[in-house]
Structure formats: C-alpha cells, structure tokens
C-alpha cells in the first residue's frame, strides 16, 4: 500500500503556476483529470499511511507498547531522515538562491525572519522546504501522544473516532497539527489494532468498495473542477471527507492489485517507498524550473503526465544505486535496517567465499544420517 500511496502522491506534488491552472479550463478534459488525480483520488495517501502507521505501531496490543523505545527508534527511522532529506534541500535551496537560481518557485530563504527559517527547516508552524515531509512532523507528533491516544481509544473508541472525525473534516483550526487527517488516519490504525479488528475481512467485497471510492472521487474531482480553486466550505469539507474514506478505499484497490505479478514485486520493494517520498519534491521542482526555460505554457499537459513518471524512473535508479553502494548510508535516508543488513549479508557472503574449505571427514553412516 505504501508505494502505491506515494507513488500517487507524486502527482500531488505536480508543479503549476496561475498560467497553467487545471481550474482555467484550458484543456478541458485534461484539465479534469489534473483534478482527480491531484486533489482528488490521491489525496487519499496521507491519512491512509497515517493508519497504516497507528496499526503497525500497536499490532501487539497496549501492554507489549514500550513508549520509550519507541520513541527512541523514531527518533533514528522518521526524526533523522526528516532532518537530513529536509537540511539538505534547504541547504541547495540556500546555495542556488544566492546564485539568483529558485526565487518565485520556492520560499526566500536567504531573506527570510529567523521565525520563517525556523519553520522552513524544522515545519515548527508551517510547511517545511521540503514540502511532503509535513507528513513526517505531523506522525512525530502522533508518535509523541501515542500512549494517551491509545488509552482513549481503547476505553472510549467510538466517542474519541468521533472527536477526531469532526476535527478531521469540519472547518476548525488545526491547531499543533499541520493536516488534521493525520490524526484521524492514525487513531483508526490504533482502533483497528487494539479492538483487534480483522481488516482481510473487507478483501471479499475489495470490488465493490473500490467502485464505490472510485466513483466517490470521480463526484468529489468533478466538484472541484467547477468549483476551484476557491472552493466554498462544503466542498471542502466532502474533499476531507472523501480522503479519509479513502482509507478503506485504497485498502480494497490493494487487496485487488496484490494478486498481481506487479504487486508482488512492489510489496519487496524495500526502502523504496520511502526513499520517493522523501526525493521526489526536490525533484519535480526542478523538473518545473527547466521546463519554464524552455517550454510553452500550452504544452504543459506533456509536462503534467510526463514528469511524474521520469521522477520515479530516476528514483527507482537512483534507490538502487544508494542501497548497493552507500547500504549504511541508504539505511539512515530510508529510516531501515535494510541497507544495514544487505551490507552485513554481502561481508558474510564474502567471507564465506574466502574461507578454504575443508575435506568432509564423516563416516558414511553419519553421511546418511545428515
């Protein structure tokens, strides 16, 4: 589910400026399908890995929950690479800038008020540089309240599901969090862990659910599309709506897609989910400051589709090239063990083949036996 979630998410994050707003109509069609697949049908991603996180975090129940190792392997699989992946494009950020390169597609951050820097890098009050790693800060913070929301929803599930619905979709201030999906997204995951709800039993009506989110999002893109980009509160509110449905939406379309040879090859793809979530914002805008140089606003359909795809064949590459050459180093950026132990796998592998080997001195009859 992670890699189909944030491959989506990629779309998202497609780059636009006024000039090329799917809201202007004009590309008809075309335009409509920015909308769906943008800020409707993917939209689903963040509170989806949201639960996903809640119910992995309690699959073994309240009483097995070690609050402070958890919090401590946190800090190394989500806090470190939100500071590296973040830190780092700030940093290019700053370096291109003072080159007269970036101004008017990212934040002025040589300029910027010591308040506005803070939160650039750290995502204190508002969108960090890096602009998808919003979601790491919000689920740090989940993280941190982690055994309080536990408690709540264990001895109160609906009543708290219900608090945190209403937060989630009514038009209220967000307060600490900077998506309030996230919120709802991971005390569902909780819910589903603690009451020990078996979620397989939906993969028998994964059809049916998927045709209904499906159509869900094609009503709420359509919406959008005449309504946009200043939507009314209403149409807001369906769009939060239909995003946290989408949670068992995008739950069912998984059921389907991994009986696939394709699903089954993605569902191995160590790190790598996390490696597109974390690269590909940095990418795509630089994608978008190219074409500006050398396209027409006419053909940014060609850019809209084509990018997204070009920004995951690189990062497929690229994910490749760091797990095989860097693993230590890939281990860190993905927040895993996984380049960790393919390097520790590969020295055993090379010790094996340097040790001589020895002549098999047992007895026939303890050659059978083995």
Known sequence: MRILLISGIVFVHVPFDPQTSPFLGANGFVDWVRVFLG???????????SA???????????????????????????????????????ALVVLGQKGGIGFGYLPDAINAAPRDLATLTFAIEGLPINVPLYFLRDLLLCILLAPVLAILIKRYPLTMLAIFFAYAVLPIPSGIFLKKSILFGFSCGIYASLHHINIR?????????????????VILATALYWTGPDYPVWIDMLRSLTAICGIVGSWAISAILIRSRLG??????????????CAHYPLLIAFWMLWNRAAHPGLYPL???????????????????????????????????????TAAAKRMTENGANQPSLPDTSSPKEKAIR
């Open 201 to 217: 039993t939906l993969d028998r009506h994964a059809a049916l659910i998927s045709a209904l989110f499906l159509t869900a999002a």
């Open 303 to 341: 850019f809209y589709f084509a990018t997204p795809i070009l920004a995951l064949l690189i990062l497929v590459a690229s994910h490749h090239v760091a797990k095989r050459l860097i693993p230590r180093l890939h281990a860190v950026l993905t927040g895993s063990r996984a380049g960790r132990s």
């Open 264 to 277: 089954e090859r993605l569902s191995g793809s160590e790190g790598l989910s996390f490696w597109i979530f």
């Open 39 to 49: 800020d409707s049908l993917f939209r689903v991603g963040v509170p989806c890995l």
């Open 52 to 90: 996903i996180s809640g119910y992995l975090m309690f699959r073994r129940g309240l009483d097995a929950f070690d609050y402070g190792k958890t919090v401590r392997s946190k800090a190394r699989t989500v806090l470190l690479p939100f500071l590296i992946w973040n830190l780092s494009f700030l």
